[in-house]
């Protein structure tokens, strides 16, 4: 007895547009935290004289 699939095809076609924006963000991580570490180190740099006495 053989079974037909009537399923589209849509879920096979979605699986690699995940793939693909996962390869992107691991991409763009490195550069992400980058920048937020040169952000904490300007702020902290330039309000290390103020405040405490």
Known sequence: MTQRNNHSQ???????????????????????ATIILVLVLITGLTSA?????
């Open 10 to 32: 849509t879920t096979s076609l979605q699986a690699p547009a995940s793939n693909d924006a996962a390869r992107v963000a691991l991409r763009s991580a490195p550069l992400i």
């Open 49 to 53: 004289g103020v405040g405490f006495v």
